[in-house]
């Protein structure tokens, strides 16, 4: 018993030793910094890559400031490898964990750059990786390719929208395009989104990386400086929120030119698919090279004038444009503090995304006549307007209209603050009755007269008072099955089912095989007649009665008639059921003596006793065998 | 002789059809005695809680003629009402679908949303189809402040497993055993007569009984798997967790008469789903089980 307790014991602690031989044994943590490049230009993204060599599942590290780079992490994957080999014999397993991080840099600046030694935390342990300079290098314009950004207005106001377009000229085919424009990034209070592209089936339109993210640029063809070039415009909407001058960066585009074609060396050692993608059908037989470019654009400027105080209203709402305001209003008919749905409906400037209605309940002859939450939903820009909605509840009975709503801009065109108004919207406001519960029923509601009449669904129906009330009622269907009822519903008709099918087979069976039914209790018949015969009148007839009964048991049990039996009827079948022969010279001389009785007359009580013990041990002697 | 055997014979076959006739009446008897079991825990007579309805019926007749005038001395008689028709339900035993729905009259009336609406959805346990509860059911709901719509999924299963849903379980057991015990009486039939009537009797009463006792597992199992209830409080402050540190789940409490199902109790609260789907915990002391 202790030896194989202690082999037990030994089997786990090796199988624990198994468990934890990798964390025990586990490779000292390090970090390695790359780069796919050390030379870039400035707007040129370039991959650093983090290598975590002894953890599949590092933290993911911190990185400390990098000034002169804009960062954006691209994503992270394991960097595991497992190297079995077998020498003499003797298999030798290494198990090298990994993971790698990945960033894309792009820098903003030229000069030298320095990536910074960076802290790598894993399974409790930290590696640091080494410091990588970088050298960022002004970016030149080129003949075939240019950059250039343009604003609509050069002279706007603060809050007044403003166009920035960037077009990219092309002279020949590029690709792994990426636009570098980190002004768009600065915190510059600046509200800045994309203008709404319409997309036309008859122009080409490209996705194109721009900053961390992209942007859909319009293929377009334009001159520049005497030169045709194909472009990719895309633009950007502006919104200044502070007055001042204004110098925007300039942007760069880093790309892959193509440039010229050589011919293709090996026909066999080429991946068809991605050549086929990148090249012309017609150079299957040649193949492009390409040179990477990085290109900037212009600098631009522009001045944000300050908004005029001569005639501000004291409601300005801060909207810079020209605007036009319309509302409406549902229901109009309404008890007092019932809630209406006011809708406001703002138009005439195309950038109405930032836009936001000025409080209601600012508004005084609002407030005046109506309670106004003083939550307000942002407005839902549909089809060139954008929406708002609002619920106003009137106070009083005597509120007859909701009154104008006001709104405040300044127009640039005129150079004037304007006020959008709505028209006001008459209103039907009835007092609210004090509601009792004969209301809430109601039954005090007027009915009019003459109207058609139409079933009511308010107010509750009448209480039942019969007697079925005071009834219990089943309603789990678990406790009627516990129940006396269910249990004896769900158990007696099969129970009863299956009795009669028992019966029914029995019958059957009965039915089918009399002889056998007779056969079975041949002997207890034969008892009952021998117990009678026993108790007959006189010796003759007792051995007439015990020959019968005899007869009639040798009939039922050998399956033939009993009426004429003989001795000489029943030897063979007893022969074939196996009688000796003891058994059947018994049986023949208790034939015989019968027979002499019934014609010589009565035998002596004494040897009619005789008989029937002779009689009940040959019976006995047949049963077992029959 | 041979014909002697045959008259026998026949004369057996007739005892045993004869013997078949009177089964369905032994069954019959049997359920008919079974579902006329009473309640065993009540603490008052049948005729107490006669006298207690009749007390209660007419107080909430008198409260009914004197509310437009008194309405605070109508209030009293309802209260009184109710309590006797709670009586009846709690020391009496006696658990009808009618007496909830007079008690949720009589809370609808002293304007206790969530009493009545609690009251209401004890009632439609038992008698899902009445017109009337149905129709105060759905008045009384429309007069609580919260308005969470109900997954428009259940609505479709409703529809589509109308005999689940519209018929109470009472009927639905009656029914049941009625099919279940018209089975083997038909499998008993059929030893006999082999007429198509009777096979098709026989599918027929299958597909009933399967029907209907499906729709009771699937109701025992509900009834195991979900506790609905009634918020009862005027106003709840519903949290994200079991305790009144916990923020709150939703911008607005919750009102009386809100319906949940619990999914948890723990202490003194419940975390519980409102009908669309969110969750959130509520003082146990603020709302009441159905069931």
């Known amino acids: 018993m202790h030896k194989r307790r202690g082999i037990l014991m030994g089997c786990i602690f090796l199988m624990q030793l198994c468990v934890l031989v990798p964390d025990v044994f586990a490779a000292p943590v390090s970090a390695e910094a790359t780069v796919d490049k050390t030379d870039v230009f400035v707007g040129e993204p370039f991959t650093l890559q983090i290598q975590v060599m002894g953890s599949e599942s590092p933290d993911q590290p911190k990185l400390p400031a990098m000034g002169g780079f804009n960062v954006a992490f691209v994503g992270g994957t394991q960097n595991s490898s497992t190297s079995i080999q077998i020498v003499n014999g003797r298999m030798s397993k290494d198990i090298r964990k990994g993971y790698i991080f990945s960033y894309r840099l792009t820098p903003l600046r030229k000069g030298k750059l320095l990536i910074p030694a960076i802290t790598v935390m894993a399974n409790g342990n930290s590696a640091v990786t080494r410091p990588i300079p970088i050298t960022a290098r002004e970016p030149e314009e080129i003949d075939d390719f240019k950059l250039r950004i343009h604003l609509s207005k050069t002279r706007i106001y603060v809050g007044e929208p403003v166009i920035l377009g960037v077009t990219w000229y092309l002279g020949s085919d590029v690709r792994n395009a990426a636009i570098s424009f980190p002004w768009l990034q600065n915190d510059n209070g600046v509200y800045i989104f994309d203008q709404k592209v319409n997309i036309s089936a008859q122009k080409a339109y490209y996705r194109v990386p721009l900053n961390d993210g992209e942007v859909i640029g319009e293929k377009g063809k334009e001159i520049l400086n005497g030169n045709t070039y194909g472009t990719l415009r895309f633009e950007k909407v502006l919104i200044f929120e502070k007055p001042g001058d204004v110098a925007i960066d300039p942007a760069t585009v880093s790309f892959q030119a193509l440039v010229g074609y050589r011919k293709r060396n090996d026909p066999f050692d080429d991946d068809f698919f991605s050549n086929f993608f990148n090249d012309r059908f017609s150079a299957l037989q040649r193949e492009g090279v390409y040179q990477q470019f990085v290109i900037p654009s212009n600098a631009i400027s522009l001045t944000v004038m300050d908004l005029p105080a001569k005639g501000r209203p004291a409601d300005f709402s801060g909207l810079v444009g020209n605007y036009h305001l319309t509302a409406s209003a549902k229901p109009v008919s309404v008890n007092v503090g019932d809630p209406i749905t006011l809708t406001l409906e703002l138009s005439g400037s195309p950038y109405l995304q930032p836009v936001k209605l000025p409080q209601l309940s600012q508004q005084p002859a609002l407030v005046r006549d109506f309670k106004i939450p003083a939550e307000q939903a942002d407005g839902e820009v549909t089809e060139g307007k954008k929406i708002f909605t609002q619920t106003l509840r009137p106070l009083r009975a005597d509120v007859k209209e909701i009154p104008p709503v006001t709104l405040s801009y300044f127009d640039t065109q005129d150079g004037i603050y304007k006020t959008a108004r709505t028209e006001a919207i008459p209103l039907e406001v009835s007092p609210t009755r004090i509601v009792t519960a004969r209301d809430a029923e109601g039954f005090s509601r007027p009915v009019a007269v003459g109207s058609e009449v139409e079933t009511f669904s308010g107010g509750i129906a009448h209480n039942y008072e019969d007697s079925g009330v005071l009834s219990n009622q089943i309603h789990n269907p678990v406790a009627w099955v516990m129940s006396v009822r269910g249990a004896a519903t769900l158990v007696v008709p099969p129970i009863l089912y299956l009795l009669f099918l028992g019966g029914s087979f029995f019958y059957q069976m009965k039915t089918a095989d009399p002889a056998g039914a007779r056969a079975k209790h041949a002997f207890t018949r034969l008892q009952k007649k021998m117990k009678q015969a026993k108790q007959g009148k006189n010796s003759q007839q007792m051995t007439m009665d015990l020959l019968d009964a005899v007869k009639n048991y040798l009939g039922d049990k050998l399956r033939i008639p009993a009426g004429a039996l003989t001795f000489m009827d029943v030897r063979d079948p007893l022969i074939g059921r196996g009688a000796d022969l003891q058994t059947l010279e018994g049986l023949k001389m208790f034939f015989a003596e019968c027979e002499a009785a019934r014609y010589g007359g009565a035998p002596e009580n004494s040897e009619t006793v005789n008989l029937y013990d002779r009689v009940q041990d040959l019976v006995k002697t047949l049963e077992k065998i029959l | ?291």
Not at chain 2, 132 to 153: G, S, T, V, W
């Open chain 2, 1 to 291: 002789m041979q014909n002697h055997r045959q008259t026998r014979l026949c004369f057996k076959t007739i005892r045993i059809h004869r013997q078949c006739y009177l089964l369905p009446a032994l069954i019959f008897a049997l359920l008919v005695v079974g579902l006329s079991v009473p309640g065993m825990t009540a603490t008052l007579s049948r005729e107490q809680c006669a006298q207690f309805f009749e007390e209660a019926n007419n107080l909430y007749h008198r409260a009914d003629q004197i509310t437009a005038q008194h309405p605070e001395e109508a209030e009293s008689l309802y209260r009184q009402a109710a309590m006797r028709y709670e009586s009846i339900v709690a020391k009496g035993d006696i658990h009808n679908g009618k007496l909830y729905y007079n008690i949720g009259n009589a809370y609808f009336r002293l304007k206790d949303i969530g009493r009545a609406i609690l009251n209401y959805r004890r009632a439609i346990q038992y008698i899902p189809n009445d017109a009337n509860l149905r129709q105060n059911l759905a008045y009384a709901r429309k007069q609580r402040k919260d308005n969470i719509d109900e997954p428009q999924d259940t609505r479709v299963f409703k529809t589509l497993f109308f005999w689940h849903y519209d018929l109470s379980s009472q009927t639905r057991i009656f029914l049941f055993s009625v099919f279940f015990v018209a089975v083997w009486l038909i499998a008993i039939l059929r030893r006999f007569f082999r007429q198509s009537m009777l096979r098709w009797g026989l599918v027929f009463a299958v597909g009933l009984a399967v029907l209907l006792g499906g729709s009771l597992i699937a109701e025992a199992v509900t009834r195991v798997r979900i506790t609905p209830g009634v918020i009862i409080d005027t106003v709840v402050t519903a949290r994200k967790g079991n305790s009144e540190a916990y923020a709150q789940s939703f911008t607005e409490p919750l009102h009386a008469g809100t319906e949940f199902e619990l999914i948890e109790k723990r202490d003194a609260w419940y975390y519980v789903r409102l009908a669309d789907g969110r969750t959130c915990w509520i003082p146990a002391k603020s709302a009441e089980l159905v069931r």
